[in-house]
């Protein structure tokens, strides 16, 4: 898949300017590429995967104000 067109599926689903690892998980399932396709491109795009579901990645909380 070319990378525009991969930037493009990802966009929508930013919060912050980051991807939470479950939905890269689920974008690589549905257009049937590897995890790590995804990481490489958010890598060079300067995109943080947040919210690791194996703790590898940061845990955004929810602020308590």
Same mark, same amino acid.
């Given at each position: 898949? %070319? $990378? $525009?067109?991969? #930037?493009? $599926? &990802?966009?929508?689903?930013?919060?912050?300017?980051? #991807?939470?690892c479950? /939905?890269?998980?689920?974008?690589?399932?549905? #257009? %049937?590429?590897?995890?790590? $396709?995804?990481?490489?491109?958010? /890598?060079?795009? %300067? &995109?943080?995967?947040?919210?690791? %579901? #194996?703790?590898?990645?940061?845990?955004?909380?929810?602020?308590e104000?």
């Amino acid at each position: 898949m %070319q $990378e $525009e067109a991969l #930037l493009d $599926e &990802i966009r929508p689903l930013l919060r912050d300017g980051r #991807l939470a690892c479950r /939905d890269a998980l689920a974008l690589a399932a549905r #257009l %049937q590429i590897k995890p790590i $396709e995804i990481g490489r491109l958010c /890598d060079r795009h %300067q &995109i943080r995967i947040v919210n690791c %579901q #194996l703790g590898c990645f940061g845990v955004r909380r929810k602020r308590e104000d």
